[in-house]
């Protein structure tokens, strides 16, 4: 759940919010230095004299809570300003930001980039807080969360246009690169590239007798069963409605085992058996 704090009440993601690594904060918090609310602001100046990339200083109570963070333009401008002589002795709490952006590791992403693209782009350069059951873990960015978002998209993105949509197996543009990748190696290395196309028979007569949805299951239970026969260096694809390649680099000998051979033919030709066709 994320939250402003204005308060000594630590936020906690919900379960509701728990996320994936992948689609949650852990492991975009940089373990930024906090300072004591209690300390004085020259010992934060001393903080941002030492590292000119520093952008902000997150700041914790006595009990390691985060109540606050530092935005680095702003302390210093005020720090420059009429007053500056005098606050330089006043305590951190005097100058933070009291209303921090405040999100748990595994709070979700997207309410995260939401929540920056809400606030007028303030938390997105001060950056926000980062913790761990209410402690302190570090302090993330807008950079790093639209970097996230964008691999994210990416990585789906090349899935959706590389993948078979009903099975999940690569599809012929995927398949074709890995195949010409193991004939290079094979060429490398002098070892055979072993190859094998399945057809699944009478899947029209299924069609027709059964309808697309049983067929489609069909496919994807065989897709399943194929999968489970090959190495995680081989590649399974399918190619058309019931056309599936097997590719496996670094075969043993030449041509193609025929123990492998087999147990694919073997395999491929059990029974599949279809609940609730209904």
Not at 247 to 273: E, F, M, N, T, V
Request: hydrophobic share 40%; proline share 6%.
């Amino acid at each position: 759940m994320i939250v402003r704090v204005p308060a000594n009440d630590p936020p906690l993601a919900t379960p509701a919010f728990r996320r994936a690594d992948g689609d949650s904060l852990r492991g975009l918090a940089v373990p930024v230095s906090p300072i004591a609310s209690d300390a004085r602001c020259y010992q934060a100046l001393d903080f941002f004299a030492a590292d000119p990339t520093l952008l902000a200083i997150p700041v914790l109570d006595e009990h390691g809570t985060p109540i606050g963070i530092l935005n680095r333009f702003t302390f210093l401008q005020s720090l420059t300003g009429a007053d500056g002589q005098r606050l330089v002795l006043a305590a951190v709490a005097d100058l933070m930001n009291a209303s921090p952006l405040i999100a748990d590791e595994d709070t979700s992403i997207d309410l995260v980039a939401e929540a920056l693209a809400d606030d007028r782009q303030r938390h997105f350069i001060d950056g926000f807080i980062v913790t761990r059951c209410g402690r302190y873990v570090g302090v993330g960015t807008g950079q790093t969360v639209m970097r996230r978002l964008t691999e994210r998209r990416q990585a789906v993105l090349f899935h959706v246009t590389h993948h078979d949509a009903l099975t999940g197996l690569p599809n012929r543009q995927l398949f074709e690169d890995r195949l010409s990748q193991a004939l290079a190696g094979g060429r490398r290395s002098g070892r055979p590239v072993g190859v094998l196309c399945i057809d699944v028979d009478r899947l029209k007569d299924v069609n027709q007798s059964f309808g697309h949805a049983v067929a489609d299951r069909l496919l994807g239970s065989f897709a399943d069963r194929l999968s489970g026969l090959v190495r995680e260096q081989d590649t399974v694809a399918r190619l058309s409605g019931d056309k599936f390649p097997c590719c496996w680099p670094r075969c043993s000998r030449r041509p193609a085992p025929k123990s492998s051979r087999g147990k694919y033919s073997r395999r491929a030709g059990d029974r599949i058996r279809l609940t609730d066709t209904s």
